[in-house]
């Protein structure tokens, strides 16, 4: 069986967000894979490594910078990489017809995506490859285990969560809870850079973005920022319930 | 005609559905503002429907007595090409955002996830919405014969009804089979405040020390002013509160009038679910703590201290 994990590449979460000429600026930011992708990646792994003749490959669909996104999953453990090279960014609808296209193409039997991607806060990307595939999907999972054929696992629903199973080929998008990603060690890393690493051209896929960005900006709400010193627990507290009821007029 | 998927629970429409009447009438698209009811035994929330839309379409159907992603796109992909829909609006709720991706490629539709705001611009539609963590506010344009949207919660007013309640029409729908069994369900506590409607949320982080801490202070706090409980991922992390709390990245995201952050730290992935908070009041011993950048009133102090001469303070008469 092959497992295809999507990596995406984004902003360190840890890092502010700049705007350049009305768009996110990725020059000289730090980037990494997409923590969400590392949840399934990891689970990939595990299920290779819980049973005989898995493969997993890594897949990303963006700009030539991806590839050190796709060495760190290497580095991670998958057995391979494909980097389909595109330069206009896709919006995620767009993105899953290439996904899909893959997919068949690798004769891929589960696809991992993240829940909700940190760069687009879309969660439209696994749904879309499912629906493209006519296959299944089980979103929002932080349980999950191969039982023949069949997945079984556990996610979240509008209601709370639900434990399900369903059968295989499917799309499953992660979250946390799903399990820890392991490390990347130096020796693993020195080995990701010999792994292959296919690249293809987005022409052969014939896609054009459904949705224009017209622009960005961050908006930054004015806080106050009034500080109060808390040593003096009564006192602090008497001027923030004050604050409250006599400035913010927010309780009463 | 302009598409609403109308939410409901236990016989009752939900919020969602209200604000996204408010948004259909703002738009002036062609056509009749549509409300689709789907579900088991929905003539309680078709009624309310008749008092938002033009016009409702129901399917009341015990195939869809419990919600699919499979069933609910195709539901809504064939009512949407059968009215000839320009605009499908559903809520930007878990399952909506599950089952919208497969309905806009089932119409090969462009899709606006988790709108905030949404303008005509001629033919087009145009919208904002929040991305990178909730950092930034990006526009966007989708054009086409039909546009799919997805609509954040709490960004529109809710609509008002109106006085004349209008037609409802049974819809037949060709359903496919169901392929996630569903084995089991755990579902919420249904809380006396709903999280991402409530006007006050009172929230805890590791800061509050432990599940016991957390019941007595943020918990206490809530009580005292009728909020909703948050909590942070760590804090679900290390099992003190259930998932259905979190607030965040991968939890809710909340927008209440006044939120309350005690002992939370603020990680980007927490501040992405309440940074639009009206208000944001926080307590952290830690006076560098990032939450800090993000308050309008700030305690630097120890929670287990503050907390209970707020509590105290609070029930002095004002």
Known sequence: MRILAIIRQVLNAEESVRIKDGAVDFANATLVIDPMDEYGMEQALRMREAAEGIEVVALAVGPARCEAALRSALAMGADRAILVEADAPLDPIAMSSVVAQVAKAESVELIFCGGQQADWDSQALGAATAERLGWPQATWTNALSLDGTQLVGKHDVDSGSETFTVALPAVVTTQQGLNDPRYLTLPNIMKAKRKELRREALDSFNVKPKLKFLGAEVQVRARLRTMIEGKDAPAAAEQLVDLLRNQARVIS | ?318
């Open chain 2, 1 to 318: 005609m302009i598409l609403i998927v109308a939410e409901h629970i236990g016989g009752k429409l939900s919020k969602s559905a209200y604000e996204l009447t408010e948004a259909a009438r703002q738009l002036k698209r062609e056509g009749p503002v549509t409300l689709i009811v789907l579900g088991n035994q929905v003539a309680a929330a078709a009624t309310a429907a008749a008092a938002l839309g033009d016009q409702v379409l129901v399917a009341d159907m015990p195939a869809l007595s419990e919600y699919d992603a499979e069933q609910w796109s195709a539901a809504v992909a064939q009512i949407a090409r059968e009215g000839e829909a320009n605009t499908i609006l559903i809520a930007g709720s878990r399952s909506g955002r599950e089952y919208s991706p497969r309905v806009a490629v089932k119409l090969d539709a462009p899709l606006i996830e988790d709108a905030i705001s949404l303008h005509d611009a001629g033919a087009a539609l145009q919208a904002e919405h929040y991305t990178f963590l909730s950092r930034v506010t990006e526009r966007v344009e989708a054009e086409g014969p039909v546009v799919v949207v997805t609509v954040k919660p709490g960004s529109f007013a809710p609509a008002k009804p109106n006085t004349e309640p209008s037609e409802q029409y049974d819809v037949a729908l060709e359903l496919p089979q169901r392929r996630l069994t569903v084995t089991g369900q755990m579902k919420e506590k249904m809380e006396r405040v709903s999280l991402t409607e409530a006007d006050i949320v009172v929230s805890g982080g590791r800061g509050v020390g432990s599940a016991e801490g957390f019941a007595q202070l943020v918990e206490g706090l809530a009580n005292q002013l009728g909020a909703a409980v948050g909590a942070t991922r760590a804090v679900v992390d290390a099992g003190w509160r259930p998932y259905s709390e979190q607030v965040g990245q991968t939890g809710k995201t909340v927008q209440p009038k006044v939120y309350f952050a005690i002992g939370i730290s603020g990680a980007v992935q927490h501040l992405s679910g309440m940074g639009k908070s009206k208000l944001i009041v926080a307590i952290n011993k830690d006076a560098d703590a990032p939450i800090f950048r993000e308050t309008d009133y700030g305690v630097v102090g120890d929670v287990q201290q503050i907390v209970p001469a707020i509590l105290r303070e609070l029930q002095k008469a004002p």
